[in-house]
């Protein structure tokens, strides 16, 4: 089974707004978390991270927040604009082991002018 | 800074070709190596992983091989191709300090 969901396709936002990007996961070994974006043909760029002994992260208008008893993360994105435009991929990794890096399957967000 | 090179740039290949697809990571001493592939309209998955020159770990079997020939350099390959090796194939590094991957400009394959 998919060890790191994401659950919505897709999302639409207005311009302003904030997104909220959802992803869930099953190991409770995973110990470090994070958001990707991708843009079609490219490969993915690290926009944030979090370790489990913090349940939120900000990075300007990046913030990431970390439920590890219902095993959830989220990246919310605040004053959203049309170049935030992008796929957007979910990752974890357990530290004991061989940090293999999973990644969920992404969810499409469209900031809408 | 670490720079992360990935060739070739895009690659169309016959069934029962061989592949050879290249990283090389600059800037960074004896980095933990990942090769990722991603099928069209799938989810990103890694294949092999390395972490010292010489040695590397599979971790998917997709009838493909990696090596790790020196401490900056990092090698996908098979003899014979296949129709669903295509795809888009990624190199990443992990910065031990804090655990963050980057990931290549990757090789987008086409096998026909």
């Known amino acids: 089974g998919q060890q790191v969901k994401q659950s919505s396709p897709s999302l639409t936002v207005q311009e302003g707004g904030i997104s909220i990007l959802n992803c869930d996961y099953e190991n409770d070994m995973f110990d470090y978390f994070a958001w990707y974006k991708k843009y079609p043909d490219n490969s993915p760029t690290l926009l944030i991270s979090v370790r489990s002994n913090v349940d939120k992260r900000e990075d300007g208008r990046l913030t990431v927040f970390l439920n590890k008893s219902g095993k959830h993360f989220s990246l919310h994105i605040t004053a959203s604009q049309p170049e935030d435009t992008a796929v957007y991929l979910c990752?974890?990794?357990?530290?004991?082991?061989?940090?293999?890096?999973?990644f969920g399957s992404g969810t499409q967000l469209t900031v809408m002018p | 800074a670490q720079t992360i090179h990935q060739w070739p740039v895009a690659e169309i290949k016959a069934v029962g070709s061989p592949l050879s697809l290249g990283c090389t990571i600059k800037g960074k001493s004896s980095p933990n190596l990942y090769w990722y592939w991603q099928a069209t309209g799938g989810t990103l998955q890694q294949l092999f992983y390395?972490?010292?020159?010489?040695?590397v770990e599979s971790v998917v079997q997709l009838n493909l091989s990696a090596s790790r020939p020196k401490d900056d350099q990092f090698i996908l390959s098979t003899e014979k191709l296949l129709l669903s090796h295509s795809g888009f194939y990624l190199c990443?590094?992990?910065?031990?300090?804090?655990?963050?991957?980057?990931f290549g400009s990757g090789t987008r394959l086409l096998v026909i």
């Open positions: 990443a590094w992990r910065d031990r300090a804090n655990s963050d991957y980057t």
């Open positions: 990752a974890a990794a357990a530290s004991s082991g061989s940090w293999q890096l999973i």
């Open positions: 390395s972490i010292t020159v010489g040695q």
